[in-house]
């Protein structure tokens, strides 16, 4: 029986409270946008959501969390993620929905 190593890492989805979710140490960043829209109930596509980062010691979250970042800088590695950026429940990943996707709908409905 193989062991799957996991860690959880915090995120906070637009006025929402801080929370944590349970995740392999790697994986496709997709994963995890999937697990933030099952636990948060949201309607829109898991790939509608803008994940941005920041250090710690930074104000200002500068960092857009892509697929292309976190395969090139963490070797889409969660664990290194929470480390490199210390991802926890003071410093989390911080997600909003986009609101293009909204308004693409929103025209949709019009028509």
């Not at 926890?88 to 929103?106: Q, V």
Request: overall charge neutral.
């Amino acid at each position: 029986m193989s062991m799957v190593l996991k860690n959880d890492i915090w995120y906070k989805l637009e006025n929402r409270h801080e929370n944590s979710i349970t995740i392999s140490l790697s994986g496709e960043l997709i994963r995890l946008c999937e697990i933030i829209k099952a636990n948060e109930q949201l309607q829109d596509p898991a790939s509608t959501l803008k994940l941005e980062i920041k250090k710690e010691a930074e104000n200002k979250y500068a960092i857009t969390l892509d697929a292309d970042y976190f395969l090139n800088e963490c070797g889409n590695s969660f664990r290194k993620l929470i480390n490199d950026f210390s991802i926890k429940r003071t410093n989390p990943i911080k997600g909003e929905i986009s609101a293009y996707f909204s308004t693409f709908l929103f025209c949709l409905y019009q028509l």
